[in-house]
């Protein structure tokens, strides 16, 4: 009896001991796994290649590029924090093949590829603000300069993911890594998978950008972004100083707050209230002065051309001299073609930014020349 007690604890760290060795099979499969995944650890140039295409994280671009210096910054930044743990290696001799268990620590690649879509949906509205190419936008080397100044100014936390490595041995019985579309996204915290999420922004989160961005432009910008040329269809001089007064009302007064959202998956819907100037006032102010100089004999002595003139001056002051606001409240259609939720920008929208002087202003004239002539 005291030898049996005495033999339980040796035979115990003989059991753990046996638990704790790996076979010379499992042995060679880890040290290839540690051989591969140190050199991405060690921020290796030449490793993220073998295993990561540059092109492959933005597939949607279908644009071939040659690795630019910003496409080595990401990977080098986003593998600074890069860790790995072997959590389990099974062989199957018979097969030769063998599955190895890891569990990966990465930044936070969902909170990156969400910040990227924000940024680039917001690049894509300004590049039309600035009157420039949106193609520029899409371009590789233009996704990849957006998500180095995202790693670069942001910090991410690190999260922890668990992918299975598949290995294979060779004629000369060398262990090797089968590399694949899976392993790829893996490695880089499921990233090239959360890019092409087309739900990465929620139909709230696209609409918060795309008010979000209107408030930071500058009058110009917002001039340039609506096409106020357009919307009021006209190269009229005085016109477009009516245009330019309507942004300058709208750049003071805008603001918005998001009061509902309805999503099925495919379609969605998003209420927002939106703050903007008081157009109503405006129109209201402007017809009673046009309608007390028509009144009077100037209106006759100026002639046709001369009460356009007018006008259009009363117009341009009526809305410069405004200081009244007013909010609405409309809802957005939107709809999700597989890429990203985009907006409907319907005639509901335009007036609730503009109300309806985008149209009355455009046909002033019209009706104040009808006026007059009854």
Not at 53 to 62: D, I, P, R
Not at 254 to 265: A, H, L, M, Q
Not at 285 to 297: G, I, M, V, W
């Amino acid at each position: 009896m005291q030898i049996v007690k005495h033999m339980l604890p040796v035979m115990l760290a003989f059991t753990l001991l046996l638990a704790g060795c790996s076979s010379p099979e499992e042995k060679a499969i880890k040290e290839v796994i540690i051989n591969e995944l140190d050199l991405l650890k060690d921020l290796d140039s030449g490793a993220f290649e073998e295993y990561i295409s540059y092109e492959e994280l933005f597939s949607q671009s279908g644009e071939d590029a040659a690795l630019s210096s910003e496409m080595k910054d990401v990977f080098d930044l986003f593998f600074k924090d890069f860790n790995y743990k072997i959590m389990e290696v099974t062989v199957d001799k018979k097969a030769r093949t063998a599955d190895a268990v890891i569990r990966l620590t990465t930044i936070d690649a969902r909170s990156l590829a969400a910040d990227f879509a924000k940024v680039y949906l917001k690049e894509e509205m300004m590049s039309t603000a600035h009157g420039e190419d949106t193609d520029s936008v899409s371009s590789l080397d233009n996704r990849y300069q957006l998500l180095r100044d995202l790693l670069t100014s942001n910090s991410y936390e690190k999260v922890e993911t668990t992918c299975s490595m598949h290995l294979s041995k060779t004629e000369d019985k060398t262990w090797i890594i089968r590399k694949d579309s899976a392993l790829e996204n893996n490695l880089v915290g499921n990233l090239i998978s959360c890019l092409a999420d087309p739900d990465i922004l929620s139909p709230k989160d696209t609409v918060t950008v795309y008010f979000d961005t209107i408030k930071g432009m500058s009058e110009e910008e917002m001039s340039r972004y609506f096409k106020m040329q357009n919307l009021l269809n006209t190269e009229d001089t005085q016109k477009n100083q009516i245009a330019s007064a309507l942004v300058k009302q709208l750049h003071k007064h805008f603001d918005y707050k998001i009061k509902d959202v309805s999503d099925d998956g495919y379609q969605a819907s998003v209420t927002v209230e939106i703050t903007t100037f008081d157009s109503d006032s405006i129109m209201d102010s402007y017809n009673r002065q046009f309608e007390e100089y028509l009144a009077t004999a100037d209106a006759v002595i100026d002639g046709e051309e001369g009460r356009l003139d007018k006008s259009h001056q009363l117009l341009l002051t009526c809305i410069e001299e405004n200081t009244a606001s007013s909010t609405s409240t409309i809802t957005i259609p939107m709809n999700n073609d597989g890429v990203s939720w985009k907006m409907e920008m319907g005639k509901n929208l335009e007036e609730a930014l503009f109300g309806k002087l985008s149209s009355s202003a455009a046909s002033a004239e019209t009706d104040s020349e009808e006026e007059s002539e009854e």
